[in-house]
């Protein structure tokens, strides 16, 4: 079965500053890869997504993850972070025919002024 | 464009009442459906997925269970709600031959 890993449940960083937020996942064949935003109490927002084409993917508000088979990573970015961005991100693996997905446990981000 | 809703958006409820809640998506045919429970301390969990009207599959055993009496219209049941069916449920959909999946608004259900 397919796994992900997010270290770090919480990540602060202040207005302005590089955004990173890391995500590792396990699997026995190429992947498909998602990053979703959650903001309280609201749904989950797909942010970008890996599918086998371009390994540096750019999403909505900035964001952009970088697919790295050799580490089997797929860490999100942003140059600068806005106080909007404080939310819970979370990444995800699909699998099999149906595309279910597997999610990490997710992480804060929290965005100081 | 596609959008998916779900009502209620919260809900109160005693232990051992009945649970209907829905979700329906617009603008698309066919749409492969799921439902997710996002508990605290405990992630985002898959509880059901449909390919099909009337094709329903269970990802983990217990006290609920899932309908799908219309292409677009997918419903999360119970007869008995427990303690620990409290939390977020979530609905989904994504359209074939994609790999994405698009998430409804969410039902906050406490059960009491």
């Known amino acids: 079965a397919q796994s992900v890993t997010q270290l770090g449940s919480h990540v602060s960083v202040s207005e302005g500053a590089l955004v990173l937020l890391r995500c590792n996942y396990s699997?026995?064949?190429?992947?498909?890869l998602f990053w979703y935003v959650q903001y309280p109490n609201q749904g989950l927002q797909l942010l970008l997504k890996?599918?086998?084409?371009?390994?540096l993917v750019k999403g909505i508000n900035g964001f952009e993850a970088e697919f790295k088979k050799s580490e089997t990573s797929f860490h999100l970015t942003k140059p600068s972070a806005h106080m909007s961005d404080a939310a819970e991100y979370f990444c995800?693996?699909?699998?099999?025919?149906?595309?279910?997905?597997?999610f990490g446990t997710g992480t804060r981000l929290q965005v100081t002024l | 464009s596609q959008t998916i809703h779900q009502w209620p958006a919260t809900l109160v409820q005693p232990v051992g009442s009945p649970l209907s809640l829905e979700c329906t998506v617009e603008?698309?045919?066919?749409?492969?459906l799921y439902w997710y429970r996002q508990a605290a301390g405990r992630g985002l969990q898959l509880l059901f997925y449909?390919?099909?009207?009337?094709?329903i599959s269970s990802e983990v055993p217990q006290n609920l269970s899932a309908s799908r009496p219309q292409d677009r219209q997918f419903i999360l049941s119970s007869k008995k709600l427990l303690l620990s069916d409290s939390g977020f449920y979530l609905c989904?959909?994504?359209?074939?031959?994609?790999?994405?999946?698009?998430f409804g608004p969410g039902t906050r259900l406490t059960v009491t």
């Open positions: 989904a959909w994504r359209a074939s031959g994609s790999h994405e999946q698009y």
């Open positions: 699997s026995s064949v190429p992947p498909y």
């Open positions: 890996y599918t086998s084409a371009a390994t």
């Open positions: 995800a693996v699909s699998e099999g025919a149906a595309s279910k997905l597997t």
């Open positions: 603008g698309t045919s066919n749409p492969n």
């Open positions: 449909s390919v099909g009207i009337g094709q």
